[in-house]
């Protein structure tokens, strides 16, 4: 069997002569020796990282083949939890090698959050290389079921999020935050397979609205020549939409008289966008024409009429998303090209034209080293998950579920991932997995991932402003309503009545208490990035919860085991719910939030104690 290619099969960023020929060559060689290019990875972190402490204190020895059989014996399984007071050492300066062989260049902060604040995944600066690259097999895959993609422009609505500084110096920031400040993004050479409509400033610029308002206004302007439209997730694709409902007369008048909005006043912006607006007054009437139709159904192939599909995350909590976008975009294709997380970028769909609900992702075997978790045993609450449980990428089976399990270049050992995949198919040696859902998540509009201990927490800080009443919770359950742009939390309560009514206030009180309880990613979707909407209360009549519990029986549920959800999903359920709802409140405000992080001020006190 050929080895398997170790340098990158195209260049990170930007296109070369035969380029998607010798990436899918790249694609077809990892997959057929999947096995053997996953030892030769595990061997190449070993060695990489020899002189952590981590790895030291299993006592893994240098020698190569030593080392995977001593990793594969000794090494356990780990949550973030596990690896937290490491994290923080990094965080407030220790520069030893601690996880990494190498330099610790960055946080990377994850959607995922441990104590109510975003866990930090430390990366080095190699892993900007290693995205660079999955990046570039993505319009080769592409192409070869959409050809001539380099005939005209992508409108993606890319952003960067706020970031902050550790104690360290060190700075922590979301994944594509960092990507899209990096050379491999800012300095790519011109591609005609990934030209954007929109400039990097625009991308670039923090001020969320300035930012939102220069991309659609360029992805406008060049609508004759939109191929493509997309963003990373299924809802700021949505917010998107709703943005340019609200605006749209705006972005008109600026087309039609070539001058840009007083309202956008970053420099580098109004600068880049100068560059690419004219007065058009044609333009500017056919966008009016489409916006004041009485229906925006089937808007985006109207405004973007060459448009072949839209490119955005829709699987997991994004599902939810897909009969907006199937209304937006009048039969349009919706492709999942990539998956991808804070600690590594995973892999690919080889099949990105495929429904929604067929979509499964090929993981690159020179990505990391994976490993899989079957699920009977996490799901096991007499017994701990070990590492001796653990299944190799080729040894997956057909059908079943696993939860991922890493081993990273920037020193992450036998990772506890949090994804549950379930094996969809094979290729050749490697095995394409369905995304089935996060472990423990129970609730999630955008980038949050709220689970039911944290939500649990939550609500029963909330309820004691109700004591004062005499009124106590009975019993509660939630949902994401995805209806309206943007979704918001909603949690359906039965309450026991006090002697006192309980005023409307002390309703929209708690919830805002729930909303303050819940974790920093909730809060900056709230408060900053506005992709959440207010917390909603809606308080349904006595009995209510005894109807669920019939409805379950009926359905054929075991009594003697039945619990109320703590979260359920649109469908019957929901309607039962609302059918029985006497009153709705909302939060009367955002709750606080700041781009720092708490952790670290407390975080000398926790390692000195030696944990969290």
């Not at 949550?79 to 300066?93: H, K, M, S």
Request: hydrophobic share 40%; charged share 20%.
């Amino acid at each position: 069997m050929p080895e398997a290619p170790s340098a990158q099969p195209v260049p990170a960023s930007g296109y070369a002569p035969g380029a998607h020929h010798q990436a899918l060559e790249f694609i077809e060689h990892v997959t057929a020796n999947a096995g053997k290019v996953q030892r030769r990875v595990l061997a190449e972190i070993l060695a990489q990282n020899a002189p952590a402490e981590y790895l030291r204190r299993y006592d893994i020895p240098c020698s190569s083949l030593d080392a995977v059989d001593a990793f594969r014996r000794c090494v356990p399984l780990v949550t973030y939890e596990d690896l937290q007071p490491d994290i923080l050492r990094i965080a407030n300066g220790d520069t030893s090698p601690i996880l990494s062989g190498k330099p610790i260049s960055e946080f990377l902060t994850s959607s995922g959050t441990s104590g109510g604040e975003r866990k930090l995944m430390p990366t080095i600066a190699d892993e900007l290389d290693r995205r660079s690259l999955l990046y570039s097999l993505l319009m080769p895959v592409m192409g070869q079921s959409l050809p001539g993609l380099d005939k005209g422009k992508a409108m993606y609505l890319l952003f960067v999020k706020a970031e902050s500084r550790t104690p360290g110096g060190l700075a922590a920031r979301p994944v594509l935050t960092s990507y899209y400040r990096s050379r491999q993004f800012i300095d790519r050479p011109h591609d005609p397979y990934t030209c954007y409509t929109s400039p990097n400033e625009a991308i670039l610029c923090v001020d969320s609205y300035q930012s939102m308002y220069a991309q659609l206004l360029c992805g406008l302007v060049d609508r004759a020549d939109v191929l493509r439209v997309g963003a990373v997730f299924a809802s700021g694709f949505l917010r998107a939409i709703h943005f340019l409902q609200k605006h749209w007369q705006r972005l008109c008048h600026d087309i039609r008289t070539g001058e840009l909005d007083k309202e956008i006043t970053d420099r580098s912006v109004r600068d880049a966008v100068g560059k690419l607006l004219r007065a058009n007054p044609a333009l500017a009437d056919e966008i009016e024409a489409e916006c004041l139709k009485p229906s925006w159904e089937g808007i985006i192939p109207r405004l973007w009429p060459r448009t072949k599909y839209i490119d955005v995350i829709v699987t997991g909590a994004m599902s939810q998303y897909i009969p907006t976008l199937e209304f937006y975009g009048a039969g349009l294709p919706l492709t999942c090209t990539m998956y991808a997380s804070s600690e590594c970028y995973f892999g690919l769909n080889l099949n990105p034209m495929c429904k929604p609900g067929e979509v499964a992702y090929t993981l690159i075997p020179t990505m990391c080293y994976f490993e899989f978790l079957p699920v009977d045993h996490c799901s096991n609450a007499n017994a701990e998950p070990s590492h001796r449980d653990l299944v190799d990428l080729v040894d997956v089976k057909l059908g079943h579920d696993y939860e991922l399990v890493v081993t990273t270049f920037s020193g992450l050992c036998r990772y506890r991932v949090g994804d549950v995949l379930r094996v969809a198919g094979f290729k050749n040696e490697a095995p394409m997995f369905s995304f089935m859902r996060r472990r423990n998540v129970a609730l999630s509009i955008d980038s949050d991932k709220t689970d039911e201990t944290e939500l649990h927490t939550a609500v029963s800080s909330a309820v004691q402003h109700l004591a004062p009443f005499g009124a106590s919770l009975v019993e509660y359950t939630s949902y994401a309503d995805t209806a309206a742009i943007p979704g918001h939390y909603v949690l359906f309560w039965e309450l026991r009545a006090g002697s006192t009514a309980v005023p409307a206030s002390v309703f929209e009180e708690c919830c805002l208490s729930v909303e303050e309880a819940l974790n920093s990613v909730y809060r900056q979707c709230r408060a900053c990035d506005r992709s959440i909407g207010p917390l909603e209360i809606r308080v349904v009549s006595e009995g209510t919860f005894d109807k669920l519990m019939d409805y379950a029986l009926s359905r054929g549920a075991s009594i003697n085991q039945y619990k109320a959800p703590r979260c359920v999903r649109p469908g019957p359920v929901i309607q039962l719910l609302d059918a029985r709802v006497q009153a709705k409140y909302f939060s009367p405000k955002c709750p606080k939030w700041s781009p720092g992080n708490k952790q670290w001020n407390n975080s000398k006190e926790l390692v000195s104690n030696g944990g969290v």
